[in-house]
């Protein structure tokens, strides 16, 4: 990865906003492609799924993976609506996002008022818990018990992080406002308003597909798409140079800037993750609608190495675990250790 340094920007992180602003406004039209190409996809591979299920377990189970991406940019386009950068009507973007809530088994209302948190928040040490993966100081680590340093290793294992994390998060955590639950009925009527046409969807996939439809069609687009998700959001905040600082140090647009990744992947896998590994771009101002963040780098090529990493770098975040709050980097449990008495 690329150094992560003020100096690869001509600017404070806070004067970049203004040059961002002119590229906020979405184009209707163009969202309406955009959602029309990601949507119609996704439903006609469903069916296909569906129908080769009755021939052939391992040709249904390529094609659900292979829609599992199609519904990872539904969620991206879910995430765009949540920030109001979608369409320009607000009320349009919540009722879209609320509708793709079903598919991706997301409730909007309580998924955007967790990542509006993340993003007021993010990279602040004294507010972590709420729409971020769990991140612990060296010195938090080694306060721990041992059994709650076990739990902490446990929860931070590529096994859990991204093969049975996202299948809790997306298939039991989200039923419930969790984080939310004292904050008012706003937040209970997504979650069981989704659960509720969600159980619907389900009843009739089951009605006319059968089990096989669940297993082979759900299940498989389902979890692919929540992995594949949760590693973009992992990488895009846990990564050796990023930004965190206990609140008297820390700033919005810095932690925006820095502890944000960019995320260069190649072109089609651009496309399949809605431009979201434009991620510090992204951060630094959340309206610009996905599909003109790359006229951003285009634009600005002083934002291109900021925070770069591309695919095969990124594998090593996997094993970075702990903030070194005295070296300001993200370090590996083995680098953590402490030194045996002499």
């Known amino acids: ?171 039991l955590q989200n039923r419930l406002p969790l984080g939310l639950m004292n904050q008012g009925r706003k937040y209970w009527v997504s979650a069981m308003g989704t659960n509720l046409a969600a159980g619907v969807v389900l009843a009739t996939i089951i009605y006319f597909g059968g089990l096989q439809a669940l297993f082979l069609v759900f299940l498989p687009t389902t979890l692919i798409a929540a992995s594949i998700g949760v590693w973009l959001f992992y990488v895009q905040h846990q990564f050796e140079s990023t930004h965190w600082d206990p609140h008297p140090d820390w700033h919005l647009h810095e932690a925006a800037l820095h502890g944000s990744s960019h995320y260069d992947l190649p072109p089609i896998l651009r496309w399949f993750t809605a431009n979201i590994g434009i991620h510090h771009v992204h951060h630094l101002y959340s309206r610009i609608p996905f599909y003109r963040l790359t006229e951003v780098l285009r634009d600005h090529s002083e934002l291109v190495e900021v925070s770069r990493m591309t695919i095969w770098e990124s594998l090593k975040c996997a094993r970075l675990d702990l903030w070194d709050a005295k070296n300001r980097q993200l370090i590996s449990f083995r680098a953590a250790r402490v030194p045996s008495p002499a």
């Open 1 to 171: 990865m690329q150094e992560n340094a003020t100096d690869q920007t001509n600017m404070n992180a806070r004067d970049w906003v203004q040059v961002l602003a002119k590229y906020r406004e979405p184009n209707s039209l163009r969202s309406s492609f955009e959602l029309g190409v990601s949507l119609v996809p996704f439903v006609v591979l469903w069916v296909l799924a569906c129908w080769v299920a009755q021939y052939s377990y391992f040709g249904a189970f390529l094609i659900s993976a292979l829609n599992g991406l199609f519904l990872l940019r539904l969620f991206c386009i879910q995430h765009d609506c949540g920030h109001g950068s979608f369409f320009g009507n607000r009320t349009v973007s919540d009722w879209i996002g609320r509708a793709l809530g079903v598919v991706t088994l997301t409730p909007y209302d309580v998924w955007r008022r967790t990542h509006s948190i993340h993003h007021s928040h993010a990279g602040d040490l004294d507010h972590r818990g709420i729409g971020d993966v769990m991140t612990l100081t060296v010195e938090e680590y080694h306060q721990r018990t041992p059994f709650g340093r076990w739990l902490y290793r446990a929860y931070r294992h590529p096994i859990v992080m991204f093969g049975l994390g996202p299948t809790y998060l997306f298939i």
